[in-house]
């Protein structure tokens, strides 16, 4: 029973560049949710998705970010042109319900790094 | 703005010493999680709670959570080098559907 897959694990982009940032939910879980983690920072909630839907995305910066979860496949987090800020570990949870005590399950994070 | 406050930033104790961690806030909770992070990995789900007054355990931890909903407290008992690592607490408070607001977590060292 696989847990919340996220790839690649270290990503290193030139400034200027695109980053694409995968997730994949735990099976049977259709609830996916982006964090940013900045050195030395809590993680910030950006997105929240259900399948082709964005439920809420008030953590998200208004350019160059967006998110989708669709119908098949992974979750995709994109930042375009990307600068050195951009820097930063990304995580990606999952759960079953958007009930408030449903535990969400974390995957391994996606380390950017721009260059 | 809603902001949790965890206090220490950082505890660095021996192996056998007891410890507890504070997350304090001035908005009322729907839940609060708590977290582990270790190093280069995402954060491991260590406890839910919900209740105003609630008190959980989990082996040498033991979780309570503040009777108006604000605030929440971790405590380790006889620490061990195991138990290393980042302690983040997580509020989610009405309506916000699964958003949650992190601490900056308390980085824990316990030396042999």
């Known amino acids: 029973n696989a847990g919340v897959m996220q790839n690649p694990r270290h990503l290193v982009r030139r400034r200027g560049q695109e980053a694409r940032l995968r997730c994949s939910p735990m099976k049977g879980h259709s609830h996916v949710y982006w964090y940013r983690q900045l050195p030395e920072e809590g993680l910030k909630f950006m997105v929240y998705l259900q399948k082709e839907n964005i439920i809420d995305e008030s953590g998200m910066p208004k350019e160059r970010f967006s998110a989708e979860f669709p119908k098949e496949g992974p979750s995709i987090l994109r930042i375009q042109q990307v600068v050195r800020g951009d820097s930063a570990a990304y995580f990606c949870?999952?759960?079953?319900?958007?009930?408030?005590?449903?535990?969400?399950?974390f995957g391994q994070g996606t380390r950017l790094t721009v260059v | 703005t809603q902001l949790l406050e965890q206090s220490p930033q950082f505890l660095s104790i021996q192996e056998g010493e007891n410890l507890t961690v504070y997350c304090n806030s001035s908005s009322v909770f729907s839940s609060l999680q708590w977290y582990r992070q270790e190093p280069g990995e995402g954060p491991v789900l260590l406890v839910t709670?919900?209740?105003?007054?609630e008190v959980k355990k989990l082996k040498r931890l033991t979780f309570q959570f503040g009777d108006a909903r604000k605030d929440s407290s971790l405590h380790i008992t006889a620490a061990q080098p195991g138990d290393t690592g980042l302690y983040l607490c997580a509020g989610e408070y009405g309506g916000s559907q699964g958003n949650l607001i992190f601490g900056k977590g308390t980085k824990l060292s316990v030396k042999p």
């Open positions: 949870a999952s759960s079953w319900t958007d009930r408030y005590d449903t535990e969400a399950f």
């Open positions: 709670v919900v209740t105003g007054g």
